[in-house]
Every structure is written in C-alpha cells, then in structure tokens.
C-alpha cells in the first residue's frame, strides 16, 4: 500500500498571502495525483487531477505540480473561502490512498 | 448535471446490518468507477473501496476488506455499502465519489451505531 505523508498538519497565513502545501509518496506514482479541499460539514471537493490540471470551475490561484513521489499544491494569493482541509489521493496503485491532510487556518 | 445523492442517516445498535446507497444521475452509470469513503468524527479521509458497476469489478482496501461488501445494481445507477454487524467504530460519515479521480461526490451518509 502507497502511503502518502502531507506536510504540515496545519499552516497558518494570512489572506492574501500564498500557501505552499506539500504531498510525498512512498512510491512513484507518475502523475496520478489529486488534491481535494474540505470545509467544516461539506463533502470534499476535487481541485486538482493529474498532479497539475485543475478541474472544473477551480480558480486559478489553485496550482498544483510534482511526478513521481513529490508534489505540491500552490494557492497564490489566500481568500477567504481558501481556508480549509486539503487532501492529496493516489490513484496510481490499488488500494487507492489518501494523505492525512492540511489544515490551512487564518493567521 | 452529474449528481451522487446518498440514502439518508442512520442510528443503529452493535451488531445490527445495514446497507447504504448512492444514486447516480446525469451521466453513463456503468461507465464510471464509484468509490467509498470514510471519515470518523474529526479525522481524515479512508478510502475504502471501489466498484466498477458496468460489470460489479470491486476492489478494497485491506483495512475493509471482510468489513463491508460494495455491490451496485446498474439498472437503477445505484451503488451500495453494506455492513452485516456494525459496531460502534463504524461510527463516521461515509462518502460516494465517483471514479478514480474522485471527480463528484455525495453529500454523505451519517452513520451512527451506539447501544
């Protein structure tokens, strides 16, 4: 089982500011990685597959890049509704696996 | 429009059965993976399984494996978690999503199991 480490557990910054999150894979898993964000009672969110291609209706201050076991998800400038929980997920190899998250909480 | 709208909360006793669905709409059912996904109160995801329902391939994580069945019935787009006796660590909210990708999701089924 791949198992993927998200650092850190929490960051705080302030809005406007850029966010760097980071996701490591105990194995190469090419590019078969996304990014989902959680707000407190939703359902989670895709905002990034294929390691770099933003889904649907994402804003573009959401980036996400890397292959093999390290990647990243970049949000440029934080707004308001950017703080949240987010996930990385593997889907490269069965059993599919998540990371433990970071919590991006306002400075 | 593509939507996952899940059964309903639940409250059940330890070791009582129980089986969850997830309806589909706006898009081809059988030609889509659907996943299942846990999380506990206050905690992370878990992925726990898959099911191609166009011809039922299921796949688990080993965490769940013997601990839910997933079925689907593609003639009513609908996938399924079944549990046969819960116990009070089934306690979470459990999503559907659909594909690899996780590209749409449910709203979430609440399951509670306390005596």
């Known amino acids: 089982e791949i198992v993927m480490t998200q650092s850190p557990a929490t960051l705080s910054v302030s809005p406007g500011e850029r966010a760097t999150l980071s996701c490591r894979a105990s194995?190469?898993?090419?590019?078969?990685l996304a990014w989902y964000q959680q707000k407190p009672g939703q359902a989670p969110n895709l905002l990034i597959y294929?390691?770099?291609t933003r889904a649907t209706g994402v804003p573009a201050r959401f980036s996400g890049s890397g292959s093999g076991t390290e990647f990243t998800l970049t949000i440029s400038s934080l707004q308001s509704e950017d703080f949240a929980v987010y996930y990385c997920?593997?889907?490269?190899?069965?059993?599919?696996?998540f990371g433990q998250g970071t919590k991006v909480e306002i400075k | 429009e593509v939507q996952l709208v899940q059964s309903g909360a639940e409250v059940k006793k330890p070791g009582e059965s129980l089986k969850i669905s997830c309806k589909g709409s706006?898009?081809?059912?059988?030609?889509?993976?659907i996943a299942w996904v846990r999380q506990m109160p206050g905690k992370g995801l878990e992925w726990m399984g898959i099911?191609?329902?166009?011809?039922?391939?299921?796949r688990y994580s080993p965490s769940f494996q013997g601990q839910v069945i997933i079925s689907a019935d593609k003639s009513i787009s609908t996938a399924y978690l079944q549990w046969n006796s819960l116990k009070a660590s089934d306690t979470a909210m459990y999503y559907c999503?659909?594909?690899?990708?996780?590209?749409?999701w449910g709203q979430g089924t609440l399951v509670t199991v306390s005596s």
């Open positions: 999503a659909r594909s690899s990708k996780l590209d749409y």
């Open positions: 294929d390691a770099s």
């Open positions: 997920q593997q889907y490269n190899n069965w059993p599919r696996t």
């Open positions: 099911i191609y329902p166009g011809d039922s391939d299921t």
């Open positions: 706006g898009y081809s059912f059988s030609n889509y993976w």
């Open positions: 194995q190469s898993l090419s590019s078969n």
